[in-house]
């Protein structure tokens, strides 16, 4: 029997309240109840199985298309991002790391980053290699399994790495997707540098 991925909740709650934002809740709630076993009245609180990210993502991606879910979905990151500074990052951590060599500040957010891949990479196998800019890897990407694009479209990843690089190695800091396994890519890999 094949154990599947767990991701954490922000997927599915940011993503709800970025489609509220945008499409109006009854739409939004009708997206979410479809796709996942959870509703906006409802939405999870725990780990979720990483087949109703995918599930959610695909949804938003069939009814308005890869602009709209690309967009959506990096807000949705973003608004993760802004999740994890305001709950699970430590406050000295964040005032610290800015004023940090940008080499130094960056191997310790991609650290922290390695030490919590279990929170949003349910089944993928993630790699990150140093540098600046960084590139983080993730092969058998949960969020676009099953989808076939034209371009790079794990832009929750992105959304996410992008604000934590924004806020924790300077206002330079920055993320995007340069690869992906939706595209036909071997793997959706991430480059996340200090813009120093």
Known sequence: MTTLGRIGPNILI???????????????????SRSTAHDLERLPQEMVEETQANALVRAVH???????????????????GDYLLAHRI???????????????????LLTAIGKHTWTFAGSAH????????AVITLQHCPLCA???????????????FGRLAQALLGPKGWAEEVSCEARGDSACRFLMGSGR
Not at 62 to 80: C, N
Not at 146 to 160: I, K, S, V, W
């Open 14 to 32: 940011q993503t709800a309240h970025a489609l509220s934002d945008r499409l109006g809740r009854d739409v939004a709630a009708r997206l979410v």
């Open 90 to 108: 430590p406050k000295p951590a964040q005032w610290l790391l800015p004023l940090l060599p940008n080499d130094m500040a960056l191997r310790v």
């Open 62 to 80: 069939e009814a308005y298309g890869l602009h709209f879910a690309r967009s959506v979905m990096h807000e949705s990151g973003r608004r993760t």
């Open 146 to 160: 099953g989808l076939r694009t034209t371009e790079p479209m794990c832009d929750f990843y992105a959304g996410t």
């Open 126 to 133: 993630v790699h990150i290699t140093p540098g600046d800019p």
